[in-house]
């Protein structure tokens, strides 16, 4: 390792995400590591920098020193922890590249898990919920996280004039892509009149425009590596415009196209130059909003595009390869994560179904309520 | 089975105690130093970073921004009321506030005028809109 040699992500892995009751976020945060550590090649021992983003399940104010304390790391130079939401996996990327370019430290383990699906107690379940939600201008009016997302998908639908029935053709391309896994949590494929007769939960979202919560990590391993042998962060981007959906500007350009748009200009790359996109997607209708906002998709015509497969894995800009969220599961903290290790895999050529082809790979995560956002341009793998 | 109100906390005391004794009229935050509005209340001016304001009461038409009919409710006390309704009404220029509707809104009900009343029941001050337009012409 050179001072002159990229940084990038070095190593990237996912424990199993769906049911693994037992198996606290402690553990998984160090089943996560080791998988991306033993994946980068490296001695353990030469981490000298750490990023979590805190727990659900079992948090601490502490939380990156006291993951280092379990892993035995103890040569820490750099720790911290990102609390941005679901931006917090792309948002902690970037951070971990400046803090290598500043020289704070040389190798920065990121790492997330949380077992939100088995180890969720009821009171901490609305503990976690509320915090999408004001205390003083949101709770009291009985407002869940599903339907302040709901809101947003609602104004996206009324702008363009999209019937809510075509937020499906999310989901379907969702099952459809998972359907090429072995192990995704929901990968049986679904058609639109399922998702579309599914339980209601918020008009317009259903059961099934729904992520469901899962259990699971991710970890990175960001350092210098051999061209070639990293895969490189070529653009980042990042934008906040407020935290609760009442605080929301509505201002006719988004928080996403500015996160986005500066991780396009700083790689010098366009949407067309894409071989795949990794999108957030903790419900159906995100997705076509985020595309949409990136400049990827033409404004209102995302949720055809997925209709006509133009997301699907041999379509042309193949979208969430590892099923995303909808229905690879959405393990809460490590959710972002679960998509930079897909689109890290995609852009070395070891995913599972790979489809970049060398081409750079658009990653895109989100916290708030569509407020927080983290974009990275990945490439330079192979 | 009694609502939750909101709860009186410092950074929003002046909105609801401006409510809690005077007529229920509704309050918007206007900076000195710019003169725009807005709300919910925020230390320091988006627009101009000015720090000073005043509180002046809302006149003029609400309007639905968004909305949703929550199906499936958070706890106990809402599933009681569920299906409800939410949602966003801008209230002046700059201003919006978060409200259970009084009806259930549909997709054709967007941009369309509301009347927002601060209602005080046992669990605190609440905002509720309503059709008031609709009702008074059908009467």
């Known amino acids: 390792m050179t001072a002159t040699q990229p940084i990038g992500i070095l190593g990237a892995a996912r424990t199993p995400v769906g049911k693994t009751p037992g198996i606290d976020s402690l553990t998984l945060h160090a089943q996560a590591a080791h998988a991306a550590i033993t994946d980068a090649g490296i001695d353990p021992l030469a981490i000298d920098g750490i990023i979590t983003f805190g727990s659900f399940t079992r948090d601490y104010v502490m939380h990156s020193a006291v993951v280092a304390e379990f892993l035995g790391l103890r040569r820490i130079r750099y720790a911290d922890v990102v609390r941005i939401g679901g931006a917090s996996a792309a948002g902690a990327v970037s951070r971990a590249v400046a803090a290598i370019s500043a020289g704070r430290c040389d190798t920065v383990l990121i790492v997330s898990g949380d077992d939100q699906l088995s180890g969720l107690t009821r009171d901490l379940a609305v503990k976690g919920m509320a915090e999408n939600r004001h205390y003083q201008y949101e709770a009291p009016y009985g407002v869940t996280t599903p339907a302040a997302f709901a809101m ?46 599914s339980k209601p939960i918020a008009d317009p979202l259903r059961m099934l425009h729904c992520a469901p919560i899962a259990d699971g990590g991710g970890a990175l391993v960001a350092g210098r590596g051999a061209p070639g042998e990293v895969v490189e962060v070529l653009g980042s981007g990042e934008a906040h415009s407020n935290a609760h959906l009442v605080f929301n500007p509505f201002d006719a350009s988004s928080a996403a196209a500015a996160s986005a748009g500066h991780a396009f200009q700083q790689a010098g790359v366009r949407p067309a130059d894409l071989g795949a996109a990794q999108v957030y997607d903790c419900f159906a209708s995100v997705v076509a909003q985020v595309l949409e906002e990136a400049g990827i998709a033409p404004a209102g015509r995302a949720l055809y595009q ?10 042309g800009l193949p979208v969430n390869l590892n099923g995303g969220l909808l229905s690879g599961g959405h393990p809460g903290m490590p959710g972002g994560l679960l998509h930079v290790v897909e689109a890290a895999e995609q852009v070395r050529g070891s995913a599972r179904v790979p489809v970049a082809g060398g081409k750079p790979v658009f990653v895109h995560c989100l916290g708030g309520i569509m407020s927080n956002h983290a974009t990275l341009i990945l490439g330079g793998g192979s | ?37 807005r709300l919910p209340r925020t230390a320091m001016c988006p627009y101009c970073g000015g720090w000073e304001s005043h509180w ?10 968004t909305f949703t009919v929550i199906r499936r409710a958070p ?22 506030v978060l409200v259970n509707t009084d009806w259930l809104p549909e997709h054709a009900d967007l941009g369309r005028p509301v009347v927002v009343a601060v209602e005080t029941g046992d669990g605190g001050p609440r905002l509720v809109a309503s059709r008031g337009g609709d009702e008074a012409v059908s009467q």
């Open chain 1, 152 to 197: 947003m998908a609602r104004l996206y639908l009324q702008r363009h004039h999209l019937s809510e029935e075509l937020l499906a053709h999310v989901t379907v391309q969702s099952r459809r892509t998972a359907s090429k896994l072995p192990d995704a949590m929901y990968g049986k494929p679904c058609t639109v009149g399922e998702v579309n007769s």
């Open chain 1, 306 to 315: 997925f209709a006509d497969g133009e997301y699907d894995v041999d379509g």
């Open chain 2, 1 to 37: 089975m009694t609502l939750p109100g909101a709860p009186r906390s410092t950074e929003a005391a002046e909105f609801w105690n401006a409510l809690g004794g005077g007529d229920g009229t509704l309050l918007r935050q206007e900076c000195v130093q710019c003169g725009r509005s």
């Open chain 2, 56 to 65: 002046r009461p809302v006149t003029g038409p609400a309007r639905l921004v």
């Open chain 2, 75 to 96: 706890s106990p006390e809402w599933a009681a009321h569920a299906p409800y309704g939410v949602a966003i009404v801008e209230v002046a220029p700059g201003c919006r």
